[in-house]
């Protein structure tokens, strides 16, 4: 269970974040110490252009921020747009069915991923994606880092 200190430091950190960038680094820096990673981006969703565009990531040599990508239909979509839920991939044959560019990401050692979506007003508006070592995420922590997930709402919907 997530203990309130770790929330408290994530609420103090994001708030005195002087740009949507370091707020970014200050995120993933807390979650790398609760969660651990190999890769950790964020994606805003545009509806309207029917694209997800990268706002983070910290390895930008494999997902660049600002690149974007179409926004996908299936059963990962689903469950984070329609559902708003988390979706935990455990293996790299997880990887290989909801990312069409799981290569790079292979190549880099992830194996598992857990998105969390990012939600305001009822509709998702991004998500926080975080890539990691075999089996390394479950449900249990995919609901922790909904908490953060939701904490950094403001960087989904607020312009830099």
């Given amino acids: 269970m997530i203990a309130a200190s770790s929330i408290h430091e994530v609420a103090i950190r994001l708030s005195r974040a002087e740009d949507h960038a370091a707020a970014f680094i200050a995120l993933e820096a807390v979650t790398s110490e609760r969660f651990g990673h190999i890769l950790f981006t ?4 545009d509806y309207d252009d029917g694209v997800m565009t990268r706002l983070y990531s910290n390895r930008i040599d494999v997902t660049p921020v600002g690149g974007t990508k179409p926004i996908p239909t299936g059963p990962w979509a689903d469950r984070i747009i329609s559902q708003r839920s988390c979706y935990v991939g455990r293996r790299k044959e997880d990887l290989k069915e909801v990312f069409f ?21 009822n509709r998702t508006i991004g998500s926080i994606n975080i890539l990691g070592g075999p089996s390394q995420y479950d449900e249990i922590t995919a609901s922790e880092m909904m908490i953060f997930a939701q904490m950094s709402t ?5 312009p830099p």
């Fill in 101 to 121: 560019d799981y290569e790079p990401l292979w190549a880099i050692g992830c194996e598992s991923v857990m998105n969390v979506p990012v939600v305001w007003a």
């Fill in 42 to 45: 964020a994606l805003r969703f």
């Fill in 154 to 158: 403001p960087l989904f919907c607020c």
